[in-house]
């Protein structure tokens, strides 16, 4: 039988010691590894085999028993053995193993032949319209065929409603404290504001909706903001969708928001893609706040797609170097001071959290 001399899906074949596993017994991977090479053949797994990974292992990358558990349910379903010197399957990847798992992939890859968005998501250093990087973040494809669990993503979004309500409630509650106090006190909270909105140095200037002339225009603006958000959520007059199919493969889009300012990569406007705030499976294994997190950060965009963007993610050189002008119309902005001013968090939440 030829072997197989290179991997080639998205998902694995960017890793060099997944590659070196294809080729090399000595690059065999065991029990007790850890690293991004781990976290993609945990991906691969949560993907082809629909498998239940320990969440603690994800989020360390490292292969403990319930990986190792996976890996034998998967041979042992496609009698992957090496009979030269086996009768049964192990829970090692090796170079059969990677292969099965680069051959399937690549199938699955084949059916979603769809556009890619940088997004909102999961994504700890992407920037606006940058390509997601490659190592150290968790690979999440989680497709069309592992959505075969019993919740939803547009059900388990919806059961985030009421967190996402008070997060605003309490950050809308943090604006008026600071309006009421104007222009005195309290530092701290005025602090968090010129963190993810900067403070603009020259008037006037237009908002997302009205004309800013100054400072405490521009907070009256950002409150102005969250109490929009705070009366959809609170009237759930947006539909919460599942993307069925998903529409973005890459693990850094869990939801997505479509009204009739339609970017070309998004779906095309027909019965199937009404406008609305779309869940994908990438949504299903976030964190409980992070996936509050994001159902805040799609109900800023639901507001106005062509009015909130995702002009920069927080933390990196792109936000820091972009006036206050661009970011209120950011949306990242919006969702992170959320979680500054309920978390004291002034970055996106990790994908576990």
């Not at 949560?46 to 989020?59: G, H, P």
Request: hydrophobic share 40%.
């Amino acid at each position: 039988m030829r072997r197989q001399s290179g991997l080639v899906s998205q998902l694995l074949s960017k890793d060099p010691k997944l590659q070196a596993c294809l080729t090399s017994d000595p690059a065999h991977i065991f029990e007790g590894a850890a690293g991004d090479h781990v976290s993609r053949i945990q991906t691969a797994l949560e993907v082809l085999a629909c498998s239940a990974i320990d969440k603690r292992e994800l989020a360390a990358k490292r292969y403990g028993p319930s990986t190792a558990s996976a890996v034998l349910n998967f041979k042992t379903q496609r009698n992957i053995v090496n009979k030269s010197y086996q009768t049964k399957p192990d829970n090692i990847v090796g170079r059969m193993t990677i292969a099965a798992l680069d051959r399937e992939l690549c199938k699955k890859e084949a059916s979603l032949g769809t556009p890619q968005k940088p997004y909102c998501g999961n994504d700890p250093d992407c920037a606006s319209g940058a390509v997601p990087g490659a190592a150290g973040r968790r690979h999440s494809l989680l497709l069309a065929a592992a959505v075969g669990a019993a919740q939803s993503p547009a059900a388990l979004a919806s059961a985030r409603i009421d967190d996402a309500t008070d997060w605003v409630t309490q950050t809308r509650n943090t604006l008026e404290f600071v309006l009421n106090f104007w222009p005195g006190g309290p530092m701290g909270s005025r602090d968090k504001i010129w963190r993810h909105f900067g403070m603009p140095d020259k008037f006037p200037f237009i908002g997302p909706f009205t004309l800013i002339n100054s400072l405490l225009d521009f907070v009256i603006e950002i409150r102005t903001v969250f109490d929009k958000v705070k009366q959809k959520l609170e009237a759930t007059s947006i539909v919460l969708r599942n993307a069925d199919p998903p529409w973005f493969p890459e693990p850094t889009t869990p939801a997505f928001t479509i009204d009739d300012d339609r970017d070309p990569r998004d779906p095309p406007k027909t019965a199937q893609w009404p406008n609305g705030i779309y869940f994908q499976p990438q949504f299903l294994p976030l964190g409980a706040k992070k996936q509050t997190e994001v159902v805040v950060h799609e109900f800023v965009h639901s507001l106005s797609m062509n009015h909130f963007a995702d002009q920069a993610k927080p933390g990196t050189m792109v936000y820091r170097g972009v006036g206050s002008a661009v970011l209120l119309g950011n949306a990242w902005s919006y969702s992170t001071f959320v979680l500054d001013c309920v978390f004291n968090k002034s970055r996106p939440l990790d994908p576990s959290e």
